[in-house]
């Protein structure tokens, strides 16, 4: 059943009242492009072989049933979660999800072409895609060390992969005409405590600078950094730490990769945003739900993802920003797990589109602080929720609870079908 005028115009009536414009929140919200995490599909296992993800200080927990094995499952999967979710958006491939018919072909190998499937895919829909070079899953990787590593052969081999990903990206962003960001994220580092904690960040920039040296159309792809507080393994000393990362971007005209979980428990992403946002052009995001903690839980709508959603806003940052999501749970569904996390961030940016900025701030530069407090938290029971029924109708996708069903049919299909 469809929602009646009567009622949508009675919730953009309420935010008129307060001087918020509905129509042009709904705009602005069309144009954000979520960038969906291929590896939520198939918890982080890729099509390189049959182990699945190893090292690098990550962990999928879970065996729910029906996680996709091969590139065409996986497409498949991704086709319905994006039939739930209002808008176009992207999506984000590892390097391990290339296809090459069975064949082995190592990570410093990899071309366009073992991605072709994924980008006359994404044209097909109009979606863009991201990459991000795999440095984990590897032996290469399993002693922890990629970009880093002090054997020169090894170092050489994973700077081989570094540019092999950008090349990819770039003929992803040629062929779809829409930018491809490279998010390099390496898991190094040390479990206990390490006497020397500069010369491997010494040898990861010189490997990053390398990378960096092959030029690639800036038009078609460009480069993020993500840092990380530590993993499992590596619990004492991460080489791409926040101040490695950020020093690396500023310096480099790189972008830097905040995710929510790579940080102290208490320490938020969302004050990052307006405190870069002086001094770096773009941001990437890694939107994710730490739970004690990197534990990559789905994505929820919760005061983290307000607050991110808030700062992006706020200081006008859309334009600025690349959001890309990161979680990976084998314990729900994981094409529901892909719905719920992408519809909390669209409805969390839907919220601050929603408030009246403007008059908040003149409140709080007029030391009316009570006035702030107060509808900051009337806002939270404004009728958004009809507001986004609409949102979802309007882009033809199930508004509410309906999508909950779609993917229940989905499950039963395909598991009738044998998949495990
Ligand atoms: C790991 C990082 C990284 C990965 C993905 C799979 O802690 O967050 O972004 O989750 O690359
Ligand atoms: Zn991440």
């Given at each position: 059943?469809?929602?009646?005028?009567?009622?949508?115009?009675?919730?953009?009536?309420?935010?008129?009242?307060?001087?918020?414009?509905?129509?042009?929140?709904?705009?602005?919200?069309?144009?954000?492009?979520?960038?969906?995490?291929?590896?939520?599909?198939?918890?982080?296992?890729?099509?390189?072989?049959?182990?699945?993800?190893?090292?690098?200080?990550?962990?999928?927990?879970?065996?729910?049933?029906?996680?996709?094995?091969?590139?065409?499952?996986?497409?498949?999967?991704?086709?319905?979660?994006?039939?739930?979710?209002?808008?176009?958006?992207?999506?984000?491939?590892?390097?391990?999800?290339?296809?090459?018919?069975?064949?082995?072909?190592?990570?410093?190998?990899?071309?366009?072409?073992?991605?072709?499937?994924?980008?006359?895919?994404?044209?097909?829909?109009?979606?863009?895609?991201?990459?991000?070079?795999?440095?984990?899953?590897?032996?290469?990787?399993?002693?922890?060390?990629?970009?880093?590593?002090?054997?020169?052969?090894?170092?050489?081999?994973?700077?081989?992969?570094?540019?092999?990903?950008?090349?990819?990206?770039?003929?992803?962003?040629?062929?779809?005409?829409?930018?491809?960001?490279?998010?390099?994220?390496?898991?190094?580092?040390?479990?206990?405590?390490?006497?020397d904690r500069f010369s491997p960040r010494q040898r990861m920039a010189d490997s990053?600078?390398?990378?960096?040296?092959?030029?690639?159309?800036?038009?078609?792809?460009?480069?993020?950094?993500?840092?990380?507080?530590?993993?499992?393994?590596?619990?004492?000393?991460?080489?791409?730490?926040?101040?490695?990362?950020?020093?690396?971007?500023?310096?480099?005209?790189?972008?830097?990769?905040?995710?929510?979980?790579?940080?102290?428990?208490?320490?938020?992403?969302?004050?990052?945003?307006?405190?870069?946002a002086l001094f770096v052009k773009e941001f990437l995001l890694h939107v994710s739900?730490?739970?004690?903690?990197?534990?990559?839980?789905?994505?929820?709508?919760?005061?983290?993802?307000?607050?991110?959603?808030?700062?992006?806003?706020?200081?006008?940052?859309?334009?600025?920003?690349?959001?890309?999501?990161?979680?990976?749970?084998?314990?729900?569904?994981?094409?529901?797990?892909?719905?719920?996390?992408?519809?909390?961030?669209?409805?969390?940016?839907?919220?601050?589109?929603?408030?009246?900025?403007?008059?908040?701030?003149?409140?709080?530069?007029?030391?009316?602080?009570?006035?702030?407090?107060?509808?900051?938290?009337?806002?939270?029971?404004?009728?958004?929720?009809?507001?986004?029924?609409?949102?979802?109708?309007?882009?033809?996708?199930?508004?509410?609870?309906?999508?909950?069903?779609?993917?229940?049919?989905?499950?039963?299909?395909?598991?009738?079908?044998?998949?495990?």
């Amino acid at each position: 059943m469809s929602m009646p005028e009567q009622i949508y115009n009675f919730a953009k009536q309420r935010y008129a009242d307060i001087g918020v414009d509905v129509e042009s929140a709904l705009r602005e919200l069309s144009m954000v492009k979520v960038s969906l995490q291929c590896w939520q599909g198939d918890d982080v296992s890729g099509f390189e072989n049959s182990s699945g993800l190893t090292d690098g200080g990550i962990l999928a927990t879970g065996n729910y049933p029906g996680k996709a094995r091969n590139a065409e499952q996986l497409r498949a999967d991704a086709d319905v979660a994006f039939s739930l979710i209002p808008g176009k958006h992207k999506f984000s491939l590892h390097a391990i999800y290339l296809e090459n018919n069975g064949a082995k072909v190592d990570r410093d190998q990899i071309e366009p072409r073992h991605f072709q499937g994924w980008i006359d895919w994404a044209k097909e829909r109009k979606i863009g895609l991201d990459f991000n070079p795999t440095y984990f899953s590897h032996p290469l990787a399993s002693d922890g060390f990629t970009l880093s590593a002090a054997d020169l052969g090894k170092r050489k081999f994973w700077i081989r992969h570094g540019i092999a990903s950008r090349k990819i990206a770039e003929s992803m962003g040629a062929q779809l005409g829409m930018k491809s960001v490279v998010n390099f994220w390496m898991p190094d580092g040390f479990k206990d405590i390490p006497v020397d904690r500069f010369s491997p960040r010494q040898r990861m920039a010189d490997s990053l600078d390398q990378i960096f040296a092959t030029k690639i159309d800036t038009n078609d792809e460009t480069d993020a950094l993500e840092s990380k507080l530590f993993g499992i393994g590596s619990e004492t000393y991460v080489v791409g730490s926040h101040e490695f990362c950020l020093g690396y971007a500023l310096s480099r005209n790189k972008l830097i990769c905040l995710d929510a979980g790579h940080f102290h428990p208490t320490e938020m992403i969302a004050d990052k945003l307006p405190g870069l946002a002086l001094f770096v052009k773009e941001f990437l995001l890694h939107v994710s739900r730490p739970v004690r903690w990197d534990s990559d839980h789905v994505v929820i709508w919760n005061d983290d993802l307000r607050g991110i959603a808030e700062e992006l806003v706020r200081n006008n940052l859309l334009g600025r920003v690349h959001i890309g999501l990161d979680f990976f749970d084998a314990t729900i569904n994981r094409i529901a797990a892909w719905v719920i996390g992408t519809r909390s961030m669209l409805k969390a940016l839907l919220a601050a589109l929603l408030e009246p900025i403007n008059d908040l701030r003149k409140w709080e530069l007029m030391g009316d602080y009570t006035k702030r407090l107060a509808i900051l938290e009337e806002l939270k029971s404004m009728p958004i929720g009809i507001i986004w029924d609409y949102y979802c109708e309007k882009n033809n996708v199930p508004a509410g609870t309906a999508w909950i069903e779609e993917v229940k049919k989905y499950e039963s299909k395909i598991l009738s079908e044998g998949r495990k």
